[in-house]
């Protein structure tokens, strides 16, 4: 649980990291640059996710003494609470920056959202209808709410890929046999 909780914090500490640098890069701030700070945040964070979790599952794997069983259940385990506990601590740095670093995000959002809107060609009166619940969605208690249940399901699905390429041990090569 310790080591589970242990990457998780390190999943958690570099995804801030990479928010921090979008929002210093000026990609938190501008509705016209908003789209590509998401996509970078997007690839971003999975990638973070993908290489953490191999991290912390290789280590266990490597820690957990040869007689004890090791397999696919193992691994996944260990990659779900890595992912899970990252999605969790991931929840308090959401907080800080949506209420007290960067407290305009939630605006922000919502003036991107509206824009893509009309980019599309949406009639005006059914923009100004779906403005309340856009309003509510786009909301920084509402974005800290889904972005902790998505962020739990996400790493949830990365685990299983991960669990898939760490399930075996390495195979070590018997030493020579000197006659």
């Known amino acids: 649980m310790k080591h589970a909780l242990t990457y998780g914090f390190y999943m958690a500490l570099a995804g801030a990291f990479l928010v921090l640098g979008?929002?210093?890069?000026?990609?938190?701030?501008?509705?016209?640059?908003?789209?590509?700070?998401?996509?970078?945040?997007?690839i971003g964070g999975i990638t973070i996710s993908i290489v953490v979790m191999l991290m912390g599952v290789r280590e266990k794997r490597d820690l957990t003494p040869a007689d004890k069983k090791w397999g696919y259940g193992s691994a996944f385990g260990t990659a779900f609470l890595i992912g899970l506990f990252g999605s969790l601590i991931a929840v308090v740095f959401n907080y800080a920056y949506f209420f007290h670093i960067n407290p305009g995000f939630s605006e922000l959002v919502f003036q991107t959202e509206l824009a893509k809107l009309e980019a599309k060609g949406v009639a005006q009166d059914v923009i100004d209808?779906?403005?309340?619940?856009?309003?509510?969605?786009?909301?920084?208690?509402a974005m800290i709410i889904t972005g902790g249940i998505f962020g739990a399901i996400g790493n949830g699905l990365?685990?299983?890929?991960?669990?898939a390429f760490c399930k075996n041990r390495p195979v070590v090569a018997a030493p020579p046999v000197v006659e």
Request: charged fraction near 10%; aromatic fraction near 4%; charge should be negative.
């Open 22 to 42: 979008l929002y210093f890069a000026g990609l938190h701030n501008d509705p016209d640059k908003m789209s590509l700070g998401q996509n970078i945040g997007m």
């Open 129 to 141: 209808g779906a403005e309340p619940m856009l309003k509510m969605m786009t909301s920084s208690t």
């Open 158 to 163: 990365i685990a299983l890929m991960v669990a």
